[in-house]
């Protein structure tokens, strides 16, 4: 009998894989692939504090970047650099099995090319290199991504919205220190150009639709050729309810990506430490009610439900724009005061601070088109 069975051995599984084993709980973390973190669906861009909260070494850095230049859909551009290092761009692949290993390291068991499949009462069905098994367990950590076959199995609602992703490695020169974004390659979302080099980068964007014709009109600014091509989802807009039947859901599975960005590790992991803290408590307690694991949603909240809340609202709200919109939004904010506001106050990972002091600044909401005007306004209630 397990204590906790960990479904997924993502950033957020094996997080809460290594912090339940940590605690002296027996931990088994199963994973579907026979290489972890293979197939990488990922950008691999993460914050410095994200990478900082993976606890890796620095091995699977590729590159560092300082700054952002946003590109209107006309071509207008916007120029954000901090002059210091802000995030890294990391092999997904590589940061995915490092963490796994340290997950091993805390005393956690891995049972990899398996398949969780089903739940009966206490035990997890699995199908794989083993055949098919029955594990008990006392709890379980759902972190099996945004197609969750365990929020499926017990029917429980899921993200509000799903959105497709599409991205390819490609030879192209750029300047290595600037991650390039474009709102006008999505309609829903943004397209962006992440540099793993000086001569190498990531081209890739997610929308609700559209996605092949999106990305075929995106890449030719690039070139045609790829080395590595991604397709992935993500899941925007939290479940509404995190936990039950003796589980509880973190990262993609629980729809924690960043609806602002799409980054899913900082808050995946964010989750999942709080899952693996709230699983040590009902384990000691013996507690696997409903009330019992519902302290794990209260801990979330308190940590990042606040942001993830603005930063749907946020994405509902860039649905809205129009191209033209976008273009003069961006032209408002080429400012060189509004440019240092963002240096000094940005953050990749919980924005809200930046946008809450954007608002207050006389001529923002002036500039912004009516739409996202009156749309700001009913948001931050000016
Ligand atoms: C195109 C694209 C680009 C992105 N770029 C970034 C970025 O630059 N930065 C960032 O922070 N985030 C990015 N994200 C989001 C990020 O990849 C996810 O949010 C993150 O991987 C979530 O981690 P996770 O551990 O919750 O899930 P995952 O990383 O999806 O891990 C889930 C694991 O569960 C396994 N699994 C699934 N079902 C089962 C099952 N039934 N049994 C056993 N195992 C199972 C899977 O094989 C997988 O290994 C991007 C997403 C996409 C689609």
Redesign the pocket.
């Known amino acids: 009998m397990y204590d906790v069975i960990v479904?997924?051995?993502?950033?957020?599984?094996?997080?809460a894989a290594a912090a339940c084993a940590r605690s002296g709980l027996k931990t088994l973390c199963?994973?579907?692939?026979g290489t972890?973190?293979y197939p990488v669906?990922?950008?691999?861009?993460?914050s410095c504090a994200?990478f900082t909260e993976c606890r890796v070494s620095k091995r699977p850095v590729l590159n560092s970047v300082s700054g952002a230049r946003v590109v209107s859909p006309s071509g207008n551009e916007i120029l954000i650099d901090a002059k210091t290092r802000k995030a890294v761009v990391t092999d997904?692949g590589a940061l995915?099995r490092e963490m796994a290993e340290h997950a091993a390291n805390a005393g956690a068991e891995f049972c990899i090319k398996?398949?969780?499949?089903d739940v009966r009462g206490t035990s997890l069905l699995?199908r794989g290199v083993s055949g098919h098994q029955e594990i008990p367990f006392r709890l379980l950590i759902a972190?099996?991504?945004?197609?969750?076959?365990?929020a499926r199995i017990f029917g429980m609602p899921r993200a509000r919205t799903y959105?497709?992703?599409?991205?390819a490695d490609l030879v192209h020169e750029c300047d290595s220190r600037f991650v390039e974004i474009y709102p006008g390659a999505s309609p829903d979302f943004f397209g962006?150009m992440?540099p793993i080099s000086s001569g190498r980068v990531r081209i890739?964007l997610?929308s609700q639709t559209g996605v092949p014709d999106l990305f075929a009109a995106f890449r030719k600014k690039f070139g045609e050729s790829s080395t590595h091509l991604?397709?992935?989802?993500?899941?925007l807009g939290v479940m509404p309810r995190t936990y039950g039947h003796r589980t509880l859901f973190?990262?993609?599975?629980?729809g924690?990506?960043?609806p602002t960005?799409?980054?899913?590790?900082?808050?995946?992991?964010r989750s999942?430490r709080h899952a693996a803290g709230v699983a040590i408590t009902c384990c000691e307690a013996d507690q696997f009610t409903d009330a019992a694991l519902a302290a794990y949603e209260q801990r979330w909240q308190e940590d990042i439900g606040r942001e993830l809340d603005l930063g749907f609202r946020l994405f509902q709200l860039r649905r809205k724009i129009s191209a033209e919109e976008m273009d003069a939004l961006i032209r408002a904010l080429n400012d060189p005061e509004i440019i240092r506001m963002i240096t000094e106050y940005g953050d990749m990972d919980r924005p809200g601070t930046l946008i809450k002091k954007l608002m207050v600044k006389p001529g923002i909401l002036r500039c912004a088109p009516p739409l996202l005007r009156s749309g700001l306004r009913s948001l931050f209630r000016l």
């Open positions: 479904i997924g051995a993502g950033p957020a599984g094996t997080t199963i994973e579907e692939h972890i973190g669906q990922c950008a691999g861009l993460l994200a997904r995915d398996t398949a969780a499949y699995t972190a099996d991504g945004p197609r969750s076959s365990i959105l497709a992703g599409i991205q962006w992440i890739g997610c991604v397709t992935g989802t993500l899941p973190t990262g993609d599975a629980a924690f990506a960043k960005s799409g980054g899913g590790v900082y808050t995946g992991i999942a």
